[in-house]
């Protein structure tokens, strides 16, 4: 018989009057078991299990199950509930009361309590999950992704957060906390500066070497958070806002997750996720080897792998987190809100299945619905006017939130993984003049790239490509959440070190040795992506540069011989490496680490590896860990991919794809050993991991730029209102629709006088509410970090005045009542003057 993980196992005589000597087991009841050989599906708490002998007697050939209901699992505690015998009887193969040995039940009951007492047991550890709102300034901020100068915020589609996972051995053993960013990257200046605060708060018990930090990759939220000049020339530099705003987030839901550790069990499940990306180089992908081709389905990865942590007290799962590769770029380069794109999505839809039990985001208001007479509801709205606007409180919006974060809700996060050629936009590419597909080498149109245009599943509604790219995630993760069985055991452990990219000595094999570069990029940067198209002139797969654009580039910077000769066959369009003023264009000194937990291994990578890089790296890491492991590592080891992680370095190509210079080759700044030197890095630090030992510490830290960013995006100098107006006045109201009700895919919508959105984040608030009447009470039902409610900011035709646009789509399960939309903001008379809080309703609604 197999004994599962996680088992405490003892020998007692129990008084049978055959005289046998039984084995019993105490294990979690969350392990399924079928037939004979005990494997049943438990349903919570502890199992003691008796397996009988196969003698002639009057239980011969019987398996004996108590099942102790509600145990805690905690350590050195055990609370027994309702008990049952039953027994597996092999002759029938039924289940059946055991009522005659009831008189056991004392002794097993004893048994079992004793068992509970273990100071440790296997499959067991520390786990804590945390969230914060990580929102930033939500008008003229330009976004971090597509470098697109024209794209600045102008509103939220709904809000951006950290996620947090921390597991430990114990209180005092190893232990690593893994953030999730709805964020374009991860930055390495905000790695610096949230260590700077966790050795404040924790001393040494969170640092570079197990803390990691890793981006979903929506380009729709704010830059001006990354130290390096190529990263920020579009924002103009540096915002401190936005900085601001994503370290204090990662700080607090680590200060959450920390603070929430308690006895647990984590589990492991994977599973294909499908139609959710499409490879947007496929050309490059065939410059791959047949022979490795061959070995893969896809020319992407499909997997997703999910951890579902369950806490042992209540058996009630307190998170998931979850690797699968997908751009976030589902909203365009056109887009101005605020979004976490489809990964941000994914996690809203997860978070809500969980929390209101239903796969619907807006179940939650239906228990304060019955069924309605329209008509008098229609009446009574009418009656219901505008509240102008009124002063509130700085928190008062956080009382308005639908979810308020007391740091003890459900956490699913969905990470991102070696995303450097998937795109999500799964229809493909096609050129916007004619409709036809793209050319397939260059994805251009005629030669000209910005035509070339990727569709999404919901074209040409970024909204709609972006729900459903987040629905097909979800929808998997909740199948492998509710189907995970594999618990993770084992030590927990991590390995972290420095390199200098810009010159490491790669060995390809015992006679050949070469070299990574300094950071350039090629000009098939310049071109983007078809999720993406760059500037005009360009176009992914260009191995020349002409001389108008060889001039402009040498006024920045005429790249050194040696570049020109490393990079081959990339033409330098950039030589950022080579660039140093007014500071650092791009990074030389990157981190690598590892992160394990049992037989689960997460690679931190810096950068966006391609689909077949990703796959490189894997096996080798593995192979690694399997062969100096001493057999702690096996085929069942699973190693995944945290993309864009602790700091960013654009994209990470194989040798091969890398001749053929489309955008991602063009972007892997290191030349065309950049893999090589990957591969070889990690191995080092998975054999030093699999051996027990620590990379050697020489000393190397990444630079910390803070003191000399710049800064050229200006503060608000202040709001203003037209005469006779306050801020939170309508200057729109909601249109009442000709059937004097709205129903389900319906917009309502109301503008309200505003002020800069900049003044204030509202984080952990809401700028905009839909309230509907209960009672003689109106309840926030939905806020704006809901799907279906945006909120809109701009200025007005004069340019003076600021104006808030509150958009409901209603959903299909809205309940029938009677609705208002509300506005919450900041005004500031001067750019030094204090904040002063508003808020203000619209008129009522009825929704049919």
């Known amino acids: 018989m197999k004994i599962p993980s996680g088992l405490g196992c003892f020998r007692r005589r129990l008084g049978f009057s055959d005289d046998r000597d039984p084995v019993a087991f105490i294990a979690p009841q969350s392990h399924p078991r079928t037939g004979p050989e005990g494997e049943v599906r438990w349903p919570s708490g502890i199992l003691c299990w008796r397996r009988g002998s196969t003698e002639t007697s009057a239980t011969a050939g019987r398996d004996i199950w108590l099942g102790l209901l509600e145990a805690t699992g905690s350590v050195g505690r055990l609370k027994l509930g309702a008990a049952s015998w039953m027994f597996w009887n092999e002759d029938t193969h039924r289940t059946e009361k055991m009522h005659k040995h009831l008189y056991l039940l004392p002794i097993v009951v ?66 690593f906390a893994f953030v999730n960013l709805d964020a374009g990257m991860a930055s390495q200046l905000v790695t610096i500066k949230v260590l700077e605060r966790l050795k404040t708060r924790f001393g040494d018990l969170y640092t570079q070497e197990n803390l990691a930090i890793s981006g ?65 180089s496929p050309s490059a992908y065939l410059f791959n080897t047949p022979e490795e081709r061959a070995r893969y389905t896809s020319n992407v990865d499909t997997t997703m792998t999910l951890l579902k942590f369950l806490d042992s007290a209540s058996n009630r799962s307190i998170g998931a987190f979850s690797w699968f590769a997908t751009h976030g770029t589902s909203m365009s380069r056109d887009n101005k809100l605020i979004s976490g794109d489809n990964k941000g999505a994914a996690a809203r839809f997860f978070e809500d299945w969980f929390s209101f039990s239903n796969n619907s985001l807006s179940t939650r208001i239906t228990k304060f619905s019955t069924t309605h007479d329209i008509s008098r509801l229609t009446k009574k709205a009418k009656k219901i006017k505008a509240t102008g606007g009124k002063p509130c409180g700085k928190t008062t919006s956080q009382g308005f939130k639908v979810r308020k974060n007391d740091g003890t809700g459900f956490v699913g996060a ?57 629905e097909r995630q979800f929808e998997k993760a909740m199948e492998l959440f509710s189907s995970a069985t594999n618990l993770l055991s084992g030590k927990i452990d991590y390995r972290h070190t420095y390199i200098n990219f810009t010159n490491i000595e790669v060995h390809l094999n015992e006679s050949t040795v070469v070299k990574t570069c300094p950071a350039a990029l090629g000009s098939g940067f310049a071109a ?93 890491v593995k192979e690694t860990l399997i062969s100096n492991g001493n057999g702690e590592f ?110 389900n895919g319906d917009k309502p919508r109301a503008t ?31 806020d704006d970090d809901d799907f279906s409610l945006v909120f809109k900011w701009n200025a007005d035709n004069s340019g003076m005045y600021g104006l808030a646009n509150i958009e409901w789509e209603v959903p299909e399960v809205a309940a029938a009542g009677v609705y208002r939309l509300r506005h919450f903001g900041s005004s500031k008379k001067t750019k030094d003057s204090p904040n002063e809080y508003y808020t203000g309703a619209s008129s009522a609604f009825t929704v049919a």
């Open 414 to 470: 969905f990470c991102q993984s070696n995303v450097g050629d998937v795109s999500p936009n799964v229809l493909g590419a096609f050129c916007t003049d004619s409709g036809k597909p793209c050319d397939f080498n260059h994805s251009s149109c005629n030669g000209n790239d910005q035509l070339c245009v990727g569709r999404g599943p919901g074209y040409p509604d970024e909204i709609l490509s972006t729900k459903i790219i987040g």
């Open 528 to 620: 983007g992506t078809t999720d993406g198209p760059g500037m005009f002139g360009f176009q992914q797969g260009d191995t020349e540069i002409n001389e108008f654009w060889k001039q402009l580039r040498d006024l920045l910077k005429e790249p050194s011989k040696y570049q020109v000769d490393c990079q081959q066959p990339k033409p330098v369009l950039l030589s950022t490496g080579e660039m140093f003023e007014p500071y650092a264009w791009a990074p030389a000194i990157l981190p690598i680490q590892m992160l394990r937990l049992g037989n689960f291994v997460i690679l931190s990578v810096p950068g966006e590896f391609t689909t077949m890089a990703g796959r490189r790296l894997r096996e080798a």
């Open 110 to 175: 004893t048994i079992c309590a004793a068992f509970a007492l273990v100071d440790e047991v296997d499959g067991e550890y520390l786990i804590g999950v945390g969230s914060y709102d990580m929102t930033g300034p939500s008008a003229g901020v330009n976004m971090m992704g597509y470098a697109n100068i024209e794209q600045s915020t102008a509103g939220i589609h709904f809000r951006l957060r950290t996620r947090t996972f921390i597991v430990a051995e114990s209180s005092q053993g190893a232990r």
């Open 634 to 743: 096996d085929d069942e080891t699973h190693v995944v991919i945290a993309g864009l992680t602790n700091t960013y370095s654009q994209y990470v190509a194989t040798f091969e794809e890398y001749k053929q210079q489309r955008y991602e080759a063009a972007s892997t700044l290191y030349g065309p050993h950049t893999l090589s030197a990957y591969i070889q890095e990690f191995t080092k630090l998975a054999k030093a991991m699999a051996t027990g030992k620590k990379p050697a510490d020489i000393g190397l830290l990444p630079p910390d730029l803070s003191s000399v960013q710049i800064s050229l995006l200006q503060d608000p100098l202040g709001d203003s209102l037209p005469p006779g107006k306050r801020f939170g006045d309508m200057e729109q109201d909601v249109a009442q629709p000709n059937g004097g009700s709205f129903k």
């Open 752 to 782: 309200f006088w505003s002020a800069n959105p900049r003044n204030d984040l509202l984080i952990e608030g809401t700028f905009a509410v839909v309230e509907m009447l209960q009672g003689g009470r109106w309840i926030p039902v939905y």
């Open 216 to 280: 979903t990759h929506t380009h729709a939220g704010p830059a001006g958070y990354l130290q390096y000049v190529v990263y920020s020339v579009t924002s103009l530099g540096f915002i401190n806002q936005t900085f601001g705003a994503i370290v204090t987030a990662i700080e607090q839901s680590i200060v959450q997750a920390h603070n929430n550790l308690k006895p647990g069990s984590i589990f492991l499940n994977t599973g294909d996720v499908v139609n959710a990306g499409i490879n947007r």
